[in-house]
């Protein structure tokens, strides 16, 4: 069998701009054209593959067949310079972490797209379905701080980053004139990204034996995430790349010196054999190399 | 009728930290105790508030049912000082656009934290739900470009942005040898947020008289937004208070002299007669006459 690929490509369109109006500026044709095409495909299948909306979302089927495609547009691309020279790139679909886009990850991305002319859509690394679009194929690889095996994918360990508690050094005196006690650490308040940002409870534990259990203010904003510090807000760890130049200009300091905790990224990719995911790959792991901290 | 509020403290314990382990954690209670308190709720309801999984999630019911705990803690925070001096600070839910979290906006957060004492969780503002947020009282304020009315809200101006069309000079020099023409803006590849962000077609067509419709990098962060510019990736719109530095020292420039467009931003807030979110609307308000472009 082949699928109705017009038809899936207007479904991807729909997905991705969220409109069948957007959908149909993007692939040159009328709205009416995009909104038969789908209603085709989803009469001969017996099932709705897009749900209309503000904005329109896929069904969990109609997910699958645009993750398909995706692939196999992954798998047309080696084939397109052979036939047809150049072609409309293709874009490969990436899960990232946030401090990651924030730092070392747009030059690998930057080598990549020179060295492969593709495109490149990202979605922000999300604790509940990072595991899940890869599996589905909706994205086809992911730095994350997850080691997890994920079926049809291989897991290549990145490097590491370092993280220091750090606020600005008015809050540090407000909050912490005798040092870091358990009761200065649970009346402080504190940052956290998301929910899955165990970063700063993992640093008093580990650190100073304190178990946290603090104020919180909820960033889920790298920049966001600094500048709250920088305004004296709360405490919160950040990144080395991003906290090492305000600590030189004396903007934020460590709560308590040298006391910096590690932890570790990871690239799933799918076991696809297309050669642009091997380009992203070596480009990953070239600049993971050059920018992160290589164990021994 | 006085609803169950310790169970209702446990079910958006359970929501905000997406397990029964965490949210006990967080109580200081035993995860049975959690699951008791949850399940004798749902039991007298007759329905389902928390979807258990990986991570919890909260049916629309057990949503709004958070929203009220919330608004009524919000209510609640004005009379606690008086009953009983210091209390646990009360949180308050703010939905805010990426390029404002990463510029002006912790400024004022900063403001009313040391006013009011206050907690803030932020959620990034997105196309789709920040006005049913709003309406269902999940999210009490809201910054954004949107100056759609919302029931039960009220809609403030607060000033403009402008934004640039910058890319590397490398970049410039190679995409665009003779300037911004339809052929090379359409052959270059561009940024866009997410899909709503219709800022770089908007320039095009406004600055150029030009139907944008290149390769397109999807990257939904401030910094990464800038850094894949900085590597000569793409172009894109950028806000002016990040593109500036970068500019002054060459690592960016303009696709086109002097075309800035500007951007609108409203704050969308609850109408609710809590003190701290007076206080929060008098810093947004302050922080941004002083941080926005006002107009006349």
Redesign the interface.
């Known amino acids: 069998m082949m699928l109705d690929y017009p038809a899936l490509a207007a479904v991807a369109a729909v997905m991705?701009?969220?409109s069948f109006e957007?959908a149909a500026?993007?692939l040159?044709v009328t709205p009416s054209a995009i909104s038969q095409r789908v209603k085709a495909l989803e009469e001969r299948l017996g099932t709705i593959l897009v749900v209309r909306?503000?904005?329109c979302t896929a069904t969990s089927l109609g997910r699958r067949l645009c993750a398909h495609v995706d692939q196999v547009q992954l798998l047309e691309a080696d084939l397109a310079s052979s036939l047809y020279g150049a072609e409309?790139?293709v874009?490969l679909k990436v899960a990232?972490n946030?401090d990651s886009?924030?730092s070392w990850?747009?030059?690998a991305?930057?080598e990549f797209?020179r060295n492969s002319g593709c495109?490149?859509?990202?979605?922000?690394e999300d604790?509940?379905h990072t595991a899940d679009r890869l599996r589905s194929g909706e994205v086809v690889a992911a730095v994350s701080a997850d080691p997890s095996a994920v079926q049809g994918c291989r897991t290549i360990e990145l490097g590491e980053i370092d993280y220091l508690a750090c606020s600005s050094p008015a809050f540090i005196a407000r909050h912490f004139p005798d040092g870091v006690t358990a009761q200065a650490l649970n009346q402080a308040?504190c940052l956290r990204f998301d929910?899955?940002d165990g970063l700063q409870a993992r640093w008093a534990r580990e650190r100073h034996g304190i178990d946290l259990?603090p104020?919180?203010?909820?960033?889920?904003?790298?920049?966001?995430f600094l500048?709250?510090a920088?305004?004296?807000?709360a405490w919160g760890m950040q990144p080395v790349v991003l906290a090492r130049g305000p600590i030189e200009r004396g903007q934020l300091a460590e709560l308590s010196p040298s006391t910096s905790i590690r932890v570790t990224l990871y690239w799933t990719v799918a076991r696809l054999q297309a050669s642009a995911l091997k380009t992203l790959t070596d480009a990953v792991r070239r600049v993971a190399r050059s920018r992160l901290i290589q164990p021994d």
């Open positions: 991705r701009e969220g957007r500026e993007r040159g909306g503000q904005p409309t790139p874009t990232v946030s886009m924030a990850f747009p030059e991305a930057a797209a495109m490149l859509e990202f979605i922000l604790e509940a308040p929910r899955r259990d104020p919180t203010h909820w960033v889920p904003s790298t920049l966001g500048h709250f920088l305004e004296g807000m």
